[in-house]
């Protein structure tokens, strides 16, 4: 999980370090509570390697419920709550969900609540358990060292949108801990202007942030004992008002309103940030970075 070598100069970096972004000094778990709550996750996701297989036949309802229900259930295993708020989104049709990006709980918090097709780098299929998980569920993997390779991504996103999907993207390109953001890569905008799909923003905090920050060069390993040591987490998904291409026809434009949309949920943002204590210098290459 950690980053090997320079980042490519076009992909995106954030500031955001395991230390001192991911630092928790909040109340903490015992060493048995979080020793079954880190087996207990790990239980939830190896049952649902096993049976993703059988719901393949399911009607597209009762697949996207089993979803739902089996990434809550991780969730809750591993410690973490769930949260809804803000605005009901659409239940059918095509839809780019787009939101911050801080942790790999991200991928399993917004499948909870809008399950669809994950673009993912195409490392995560290699991975092992949730690499094979993550194809048999239609994910979209992108190749972040060719840009080449960026506009048949685009074109695979279109389609799964045009064929009345959801898709959802981390247009920040990188995970960052949740007290500052990123700007919004365009690229993937494209996709909602191919296929005449409305835009979906989502703005995603952890409470605390520390725990669940996966930032930097950090191991999987780490992220999760300090997941499963933490009293406990709450997710929020704060689902905003979706977005027209009516009203932005350009990808860019698209994109800036997104970026504002979820941004302006400024009560969410702690006064005072680790960021104003480190170097401006970007940080190793992120274990979920992807271009856009």
Not at 195 to 221: E, H, I
């Amino acid at each position: 999980m950690t980053a090997a070598g320079p980042a490519s100069p076009w992909l995106p970096t954030s500031p955001c370090a395991p230390d001192p972004c991911a630092r928790h000094t909040g109340p903490a778990a015992g060493p048995v509570l979080a020793a079954a709550r880190l087996a207990a996750g790990l239980a939830a996701v190896l049952t649902g390697v096993l049976l993703a297989p059988l719901t393949a036949a399911l009607p597209g309802t009762a697949r996207r419920a089993l979803v739902r229900g089996w990434c809550r259930t991780v969730l809750r295993a591993f410690g973490v709550r769930i949260t809804v708020t803000g605005a009901s989104a659409p239940a059918e049709g095509p839809l780019l969900v787009v939101a911050n990006h801080i942790s790999w709980l991200d991928i399993p918090l917004i499948a909870a609540v809008l399950p669809g097709r994950m673009l993912a780098k195409r490392e995560v299929r290699a991975w092992p358990v949730l690499g094979p998980l993550a194809a048999r569920g239609g994910t979209l993997f992108i190749d972040r060292d060719r840009l080449r390779a960026l506009p048949d991504t685009v074109r695979a996103m279109a389609r799964a949108l045009a064929g009345g999907g959801r898709v959802i993207v981390f247009p920040e390109g990188s995970t960052w801990c949740g007290r500052r953001g990123g700007a919004f890569r365009p690229a993937a905008f494209q996709a909602a202007l191919d296929a005449s799909a409305a835009v979906q923003p989502v703005r995603l905090v952890y409470r605390p942030a520390g725990p669940a920050a996966f930032v930097g060069d950090d191991p999987l390993a780490a992220s999760l004992w300090r997941i499963v040591t933490a009293r406990e987490i709450t997710a929020e998904i704060r689902i905003l008002d979706p977005i027209s291409i009516v009203q932005y026809p350009d990808r860019r434009a698209l994109a800036l309103a997104a970026q504002r949309a979820v941004a302006s949920d400024s009560a969410n943002r702690p006064s005072v940030s680790v960021h104003q204590r480190v170097s401006s210098r970007p940080a190793s290459a992120s274990s979920l970075r992807t271009p856009a």
